[in-house]
Structure formats: structure tokens, C-alpha cells
């Protein structure tokens, strides 16, 4: 069964930084590539960072320069490393798995002004 779960959310100061972790199981991870989508309130979904399986990334322009993306497949992990962040990060954070039609459930990112 393909899950992904991921962690790392919670509340922080405009300026400060998170990383968001995705661990993923139930298929061969590192052969994927894996996406990082959010959600803010009243938004629609909105793709926020790709990496391929051999690490090659794209990101939104909305946080190009702040966000990057990277993955361990040794530890089946995806991550999101968010700094400079911004009241307008304000979201829930999916990791996903397109080829999979995978999504975790989600963690929540509050940026304070």
C-alpha cells in the first residue's frame, strides 16, 4: 500500500524557516519523481517544488530562492526546505506522488506577520 506521510509543519515568525519531511513506503521510492503541493485558506491547491528521481528540481516562482527541494532515498524521504517565510506561506502542505496518484494527509504551515 503506497502511503506518504509527512511532518515538520507548525508556527513561526516572517523570516524564520522550516523543513518539511515526507516519508513514503509501499513502492520504490527513489525511482519517483515526488512534488510538493499547498493549500492556503480559500486558495486552490498550488504546485509549490518537483525533483525528479535523479534529482534534477523545479520550483514556483512564488518561492524560488527561498524553498528548495531534495530527497534521501536511502531513508525513502522527500523534504522541503522553507526559509525566508512569509504570512502569505500560510497553508497545508501535501507531498505528492503523481505517477503513484499518492498524497499524504497534509501538514499545516502558519507564518506569523
Known amino acids: 500500500q503506497v502511503q506518504l506521510v509527512e511532518s515538520g509543519g507548525g508556527l513561526v515568525q516572517a523570516g524564520g524557516s522550516l523543513r518539511l519531511s515526507c516519508v513514503a513506503s509501499?513502492?520504490?521510492?527513489?525511482?519517483?519523481?515526488m512534488s510538493w503541493f499547498r493549500r492556503a485558506p480559500g486558495k486552490e491547491r498550488e504546485f509549490v517544488a518537483r525533483i525528479t528521481w535523479n534529482g534534477a528540481n523545479s520550483i514556483a516562482d512564488s518561492v524560488k530562492g527561498r524553498f528548495t527541494i531534495s530527497r534521501d532515498n536511502t531513508k525513502n524521504t522527500l523534504y522541503l526546505h522553507m526559509n525566508s517565510l512569509q504570512p502569505e506561506d500560510t497553508a497545508v502542505y501535501y507531498c505528492?506522488?503523481?505517477?503513484?496518484?499518492?498524497w499524504g494527509q497534509g501538514t499545516q504551515v502558519t507564518v506569523s506577520s
Open positions: 509501499g513502492f520504490t521510492f527513489s525511482g519517483y519523481t
Open positions: 505528492n506522488c503523481d505517477s503513484k496518484r499518492a
